[in-house]
């Protein structure tokens, strides 16, 4: 078998038996990773959804397609679809923390599931991973075994929807930990919206607008190396405008500028800041700043004079 291959997990089932442990339940499992046995490095494809604390430190691992260096105390998600591991270094190592692994069909029919997508960390890259303080681990831990003790429990009609329930928790507890860590970075924060600020300022002083047209949030978070989703969380946090909002407000403001300050034609504004057609930036401005773009150059135009 090649070193760097991918293993494939499409159920709880094939996770549980690639670290030789029980599965309780053949949708969900709850994985004291002190209690496998060493297992080797290896890059896989979750079909499921995992969320993944590790308290051990794993050199550089693999998460989408950044590398990561792991510390104690840092949780990852992912999502269906995704890879994450590191390559086969043909040693063994001893996995130290905590899994939690389940297959999108426990969800299907719940309230839960409508709501994953608001779970948007599950779409975050690995250098966007939560670290835990130790409070917060405390508090992770307890639900994490409280959900563990409810699978360990005999199926009856109960158990079902506390299980969900204890997945929401867990998940909602998750939310209110990055909400902290967005507080506790706010330099990082700031220094990050300044790039924004920057990165949109450079776009309309380049030609790219002709060709491109407005910035969209993906290439944003490309261009700022982060993904879409913690992108816009973050902007959305320190800001309270969502990043769309944000990229629109810019780019309302530079039209404005430009309607004002030089003498080109609404024509050769609408062109440079990547409109198809004039009437277009015209009904995008009206929306905007509710008037025409010549009714907003008139008006300060009557009010110099």
């Not at 773009?293 to 008139?298: I, L, M, V």
Request: aromatic share 10%; net charge negative.
């Amino acid at each position: 078998m090649d070193m760097n291959e991918i293993t494939r997990i499409d159920t709880v089932q094939q996770y549980c038996d690639l670290f030789g442990i029980e599965a309780l339940h053949p949708l969900i499992s709850v994985v004291n990773c002190d209690e496998m046995p060493p297992i080797r490095h290896s890059k896989r494809l979750y079909n499921v959804y995992a969320v993944l604390l590790k308290d051990t430190d794993c050199g550089s691992m693999k998460y989408g397609r950044s590398l990561y260096d792991y510390e104690k105390g840092t949780v990852l998600f992912a999502a269906p679809g995704q890879v994450m591991g590191a390559d086969d270094d043909g040693n063994l190592h001893q996995p130290a923390g905590w899994a939690l692994v389940f297959h999108p069909e426990l969800l299907r029919g719940t309230p839960l599931a409508r709501l994953m997508k608001d779970y948007t960390y599950f779409s975050y890259n690995a250098n966007e991973a939560l670290h835990l303080s130790e409070h917060e681990r405390n508090i992770f831990t307890d639900s994490i075994s409280r959900l563990r003790e409810e699978l360990a429990h005999p199926i009856d009609k109960h158990s079902r929807s506390l299980i969900i329930d204890n997945v929401k928790l867990l998940l909602d507890q998750c939310i209110r930990f990055y909400d902290r860590q967005f507080i506790t970075r706010e330099n990082v924060n700031s220094d990050l919206l300044a790039r924004f600020e920057a990165l949109l300022d450079d776009y309309y002083n380049s030609c790219q607008p002709a060709t491109a047209g407005i910035p969209t949030v993906q290439w944003c978070a490309d261009k700022l190396c982060l993904s879409a989703n913690y992108f816009s969380d973050l902007v959305k946090k320190e800001t309270g405008l969502s990043a769309i909002k944000h990229i629109q407000q810019r780019t309302l403001e530079i039209a404005k500028e430009r309607i004002v300050t030089t003498g080109k034609s609404l024509s050769q504004i609408s062109d440079e800041m990547g409109f198809q057609y004039p009437q277009h930036f015209t009904r995008w401005f009206k929306k905007m700043e509710g008037c025409t773009p010549n009714e907003y150059r008139n008006s300060i135009g009557q009010a110099a004079n």
